[in-house]
């Protein structure tokens, strides 16, 4: 089976940078993802990591150790907008996806 | 294309009665998945087709739960004799093939009073 572990809420302001952290125990994965979710709306995707290392996509950056088992996603100027529950996923065969609980960030001014 | 559509989006039903849902993909995405999220949690996998094909599903989807995906395209989810604890948001996802992402529905918001 598959464990994967977030935080269960986390705060920042408005302009700030803050890194939600997930770490995991499996078997085996293909690979991990991050989505954002918005209160009473689908997941939207916002990165996908295969090889260990540092993923940048504009203010949205997700990092991978597959040794130390343990993944983050980071988000630089941060807006309010930015609320909402944040997913770390594994996927394996048939590219089913296992979530963890989602990470729920409050940023404030 | 429009993405991901799911009907209906709200649905509130007594104790005992069937609820069918439908997802339509993506077209073209010959993947469909589909999930179930409860309050404060991440959604959880129940099943998924290939075009037609219902290759794997869930130890969650007992037997009151069956899906189907006639033609390769839109699918239902079918729960017979709802219970309460059947109360979640149902979520679709289809993929094509050749791509990692899922892109989700926005879900069907099941109520069971």
């Known amino acids: 089976g598959q464990n994967i572990d977030q935080p269960t809420e986390m705060t920042a302001t408005e302009g700030a940078i803050v890194q939600i952290n997930c770490t995991y125990q499996?078997?085996?994965?293909?690979?991990l993802f991050w989505y954002q979710q918005h209160a009473g709306e689908a997941p939207t995707f916002l990165s996908y990591?295969?090889?260990?290392g540092l993923e940048e996509k504009g203010r949205f950056s997700s990092f991978l150790s597959r040794s130390k088992g343990y993944s983050y996603l980071l988000l630089k100027e941060l807006q309010m907008k930015d609320s909402a529950s944040y997913l770390c996923?594994?996927?394996?065969?048939?590219?089913?996806?296992?979530f963890g609980t989602g990470t729920q960030l409050k940023v404030e001014l | 294309d429009t993405g991901v559509s799911q009907n209906p989006r709200h649905k509130i039903t007594k104790r005992g009665q069937n609820v069918t849902f439908r997802c339509d993909p993506i077209?073209?995405?010959?993947?469909l998945y589909w999930y179930r999220q409860t309050l404060g949690q991440g959604p959880e996998f129940l099943t998924y087709f290939q075009n037609e094909a219902q290759l794997e599903k869930s130890r969650l989807l007992s037997d009151r739960f069956s899906a189907e995906r006639p033609k390769g395209s839109f699918s239902t989810l079918e729960i017979q004799r709802t219970e309460q604890g059947d109360s979640a948001m149902y979520l679709c996802a289809s993929q094509d093939w050749t791509s990692y992402e899922q892109y989700f529905g926005p879900g069907t918001r099941l109520t069971v009073t």
């Open positions: 996923a594994l996927t394996g065969g048939g590219n089913k996806l296992t």
């Open positions: 499996t078997s085996g994965f293909n690979g």
């Open positions: 990591n295969v090889l260990d």
């Open positions: 077209s073209e995405h010959n993947r």
